[in-house]
């Protein structure tokens, strides 16, 4: 069954450093999602991409974040200058945008856990 | 905006007890309504969901009913596992939001033998 990979499943860095999460989404959606998770709260939606642009972001995704799909396959959320409270679990998510049912049902992956110290 | 509260954890019971996380939304379109678990140390994995009015998500024994009338998706299994004990998150897709996930805080279940 094909799903969501998200690499590295841990990442610890320095505050002030940059860093970069990727994922590999299902190989035939279209949309493309980020979401965080800050240890024993609520997950939270930050950015959602669609045909190479920015659909919709939260008040968390601010200048810091960026993402981008560099080739066909990947999708990255990079963070420029990181910050103690971006500790975080990070997924990623895809859907189909197409096809029956809801195009919108989302396929998270395991999730890369962000350590900044 | 929309918005989902579900009730507070951690919910403990024992094995074989029948289970409702209780689950309420409030949006201004037709939302699809998502019920997603996340075991130990994993992921989150979609467990059920229901698209419209009325419908009825199941999957794995559980079962959660899309109440347009009191804006509710509450979650059931009438027989819990030691192996259900996880988080359970109630979420939310405004399809004029492309899609983006509106998730509850979460419920943690405790199942013991």
């Known amino acids: 069954e094909p799903e969501v990979t998200q690499t590295p499943s841990h990442q610890v860095t320095q505050m002030g450093q940059e860093v970069i999460l990727r994922c590999v989404p299902i190989?035939?959606?279209?949309?493309f999602y980020w979401y965080r998770q800050i240890l024993g709260q609520k997950v939270e939606f930050l950015v959602s991409?669609?045909?190479?642009?920015?659909?919709?972001k939260s008040e968390i995704f601010d200048d810091q974040f960026s993402v981008e799909r560099p080739d066909g396959s990947n999708f990255t959320l990079k963070i420029r200058s990181t910050k103690l409270e971006d500790s975080a679990m990070y997924f990623c998510?895809?859907?189909?945008?197409?096809?029956?049912?809801?195009?919108?049902?989302?396929?998270f992956g395991p999730g890369t856990r962000l350590t900044v110290t | 905006g929309d918005s989902v509260t579900q009730m507070e954890g951690p919910v403990t019971l024992s094995e074989e007890a029948f289970l409702t996380i209780n689950c309420t939304y409030t949006a201004t379109g037709y939302p699809s309504l998502f019920w997603y678990v996340q075991y130990p140390g994993e992921g989150l994995q979609l467990l059920l969901k229901a698209t419209k009015a009325d419908d009825k998500g199941s999957n794995k024994g559980f079962e959660a009913t899309y109440r347009k009338e009191t804006t509710s998706f509450h979650l059931e299994k009438g027989s819990v596992q030691v192996s259900d004990s996880a988080v359970y998150f109630c979420a939310l897709s405004d399809r004029s939001s492309w899609g983006k996930l509106q998730f509850g805080a979460g419920t943690q279940v405790v199942v013991t033998p």
């Open positions: 991409f669609y045909n190479n642009e920015i659909s919709e």
């Open positions: 998510a895809s859907s189909s945008g197409s096809g029956t049912g809801n195009p919108y049902e989302q396929y």
């Open positions: 190989s035939n959606h279209l949309y």
